[in-house]
């Protein structure tokens, strides 16, 4: 018997169907036209301006742009200039955080730091007085200056070179090459890095760093400085989009089981105060940097990466912004889109 509203389940049933149907996969070509089309539509624009609170960033070439896209089953596509470096900056935060979940599990995350976004600039001393004072307890994250200088401090090594090398092999580990550290941006950086001197000393003073607060902005401010390409960081984001595993190299590089919390993390608070609108506009969890890289994660399908120096107010990459939000859109790399829409 056909019931009353026979039509409309019929509708909904074709819906269903339609949310059903395989997952389309993206051809080469497409994901290669859809960077040539970002790099083309953004090589040009005037907007942003590179960093320069820390004079070696004022120097960089504000006209670097290169865009890299690496599937999870190791296809490298890419636009532009992939070559040129620049320092890693905050995007560093990620992987020394996955380091600390990698030796103490995430949960010493949450317990020591928080996984909260705090709404503030990244390098916020009010927001260190307020989750202390107003919240009482760990309610920052590892993805500003104050959680960040935490999570090195939190790195296991008999001594700061052990500890270091450590930090260095990992990020290497992702980037799938040999990384090293960009030293006029290091001596320029620890040169004028007061501010976080004083938020590491009141992360110790507060007891979130346990010991040695000088010890750990020196790690901090030295990981910041590791020099990567657009194509490193593009690796790195795919090694996180394979489940830990780098889709370039085949190596596990960190647990299959911490990788949802990366993202999450990532996710919250990637883009500072901005992360709100990114998440809004694309669904990626990602990181920013104030050298101008940002890398974004669509889990199962790719990481993504673009270098362009100059930032905008929030300090993050105005070009690289664009790019990837268009990029991602265009292959169906939102995972809060509806199944229908998605396309491997
Ligand atoms: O601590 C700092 O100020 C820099 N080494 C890193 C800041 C950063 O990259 C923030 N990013 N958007």
Known sequence: MRSRNGGFIGLISLL????????????????????????????????????????????????????????TDGKIHTAGDVKSEVSIQSISKVFTMAKVMEQQGPDAIVQRIGVDATGMRFNSIVAVEFAEKALGGPEIN???????????????????????????????????????????????????NQRNQAIGALMYAYGFIKDNPGQAVDIYTEQCAIA?????????????????????????????QNVPEVLAVMATAGLYDDSGKWLYRTGLPAKSGVGGGIIAVSPGKFGIAVVSPPLDEAGNSVRAQKAITDISNTLHGNPYAPVSAKAK
């Not at 790099?39 to 301006?49: V, W």
């Not at 820390?54 to 690496?70: C, E, N, T, W």
């Not at 390409?229 to 299959?256: E, S």
Request: aromatic share 6%; glycine share 6%.
């Open 16 to 71: 269903a169907v339609f949310a059903m149907a395989p997952v389309r996969a993206q051809t080469s070509d497409q994901i290669q036209a859809a960077l040539d089309a970002a790099y083309a539509k953004y090589k040009d624009i005037k907007e942003g301006k590179n960093a320069d609170y820390i004079p070696a960033l004022a120097r960089v070439d504000p006209k670097i742009f290169g865009i890299a896209l690496v599937t």
């Open 142 to 192: 590892p993805l500003v200056n104050p959680g960040a200088i935490t999570a090195t401090s939190m790195v296991q090594g008999g001594s700061r070179d052990e500890v270091w090398q450590s930090i260095l092999d990992f990020h290497s580990a992702f980037a799938g090459r040999p990384l090293r550290v960009d030293q006029e941006v290091f001596d320029s950086e620890a040169a004028s």
């Open 228 to 256: 990567v390409n657009a194509k490193d960081l593009g690796t790195m984001a795919a090694t996180l989009a394979n489940a830990g595993k780098n889709p370039v190299t085949g190596k596990q590089v960190m647990k299959v």
